[in-house]
């Protein structure tokens, strides 16, 4: 992070973290986010801003953690799907597929979020199948 962390507050930091973001510095944007975070849990703009860039950086399992604290402070549709996804992602079919089911509660008339829990069905049954493969199979199953 380019900006001092001990002596920055909150909004700085997700200020340049965001900046960073925008200037696809994805590494150096979650190490100014994370100390946002730290100063500021309940800051969401920044637990957003933070799962976003592990989600860039393709660390799904990190971005999820954060989604699900966004979650916590406002459990908007786009924070909520946005969790599921990245849930999809590092392979935790199950816990996508309760937030799908959490969307669906949420609003009944949603029909992106059918569509999302029926692939996220989909994908936990090709994982669960491909898991009691014979170990003969190729590995990309």
Known sequence: CPIDTA???????????RQLLKQKKKFAAIKCLKSAV????AFLDAQLDLATAFTQAG???ESSVH???AAEIKADKGTL??????LLSSGQEKEAIEVYG??????????????NLVIA?????IVTFC????????PNC
């Open 7 to 17: 002596k920055s507050n909150a909004r700085e930091l997700q200020s340049t973290g």
């Open 38 to 41: 730290r100063k500021e849990h």
């Open 59 to 61: 660390l799904y399992h």
């Open 67 to 69: 989604y699900r604290a």
């Open 81 to 86: 799907n946005n969790l599921a996804v990245s």
């Open 102 to 115: 959490r969307l669906i509660r949420q609003d009944p008339d949603d029909a992106s979020a059918y569509f």
């Open 121 to 125: 069905f989909w994908i936990a049954c």
């Open 131 to 138: 898991d009691h493969l014979p170990s003969t199979m190729p």
